[in-house]
C-alpha cells in the first residue's frame, strides 16, 4: 500500500499474511474483523490480560473484543517493538496536535478500506500497532520511539477464523513514531 495509505483483504481461516515494512521505520496499524460479524473484532485490551504481555510472541494468539481467538502471530522478523496501547490516529487527533485541514489518517484509511472490501459501518478499534515502539517505565510513563524496523523487516500472522484484515501505513508525521518519513507497506498472503 502506498505510503500513508490502507489496504484491506478478506484472509480466509488457516491462511498466512505477512505484513512488511518495505523501506523501514514505518508504523503498521493492524486491524482483523471476523467475517461473520464485524461487530467482533481483534482487541488489543482483551489480547493483553490472556498472554500476559503488551504483544503477542511467536506462537501466542489475538483475540477478539468476544475473547476468541482471531489470528496467532507467526514469525516476527523485527527488533520486535510493538505497541497496543494506542488508538489509531484520526482526525480529532491531529485537531489537537495543531493541524489545521485535512490530514489522512489510520481511522480513514480503516474505513475506506473495508468500504472498497464491501463493508461498511464498522467500528474503529484500537490496532495493533505493528513496529511502533512505545516503552513504559516503572512508573507508568509512556515514551515512543521512532521505530527502528529496518527494510524488509516482517511479521507473519495466521488467520485463526474467516477474517477481513486491514493495514495502514499511519501516516503521523507530526510525532515521530515513524522514522525516515512515512513510506510504504506492504501485505503477502501465503498459505
Ligand atoms: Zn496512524
Redesign the pocket.
Known sequence: MPAGGGRGLMVAAGSTFRVVDVEGGQ?A?LFAFTADDVDEYASPSHTRPAIGRLFPRPGQTVLTNLRQPILELVEDNSPGHHDTLYA??DAARYRLLGVDGPHR???Q?LLESMAALGVGDVAIPQ?L?VFMDVRVDADGELTTRPASSAAGDNLVFRALVDCYVVV?S???DIIAISSGGITPLAIETER
Open positions: 508504523v496499524d489509531a490516529c489518517s489510520c481511522a484509511n490496532p500497532n495502514s499511519c501516516p503521523m
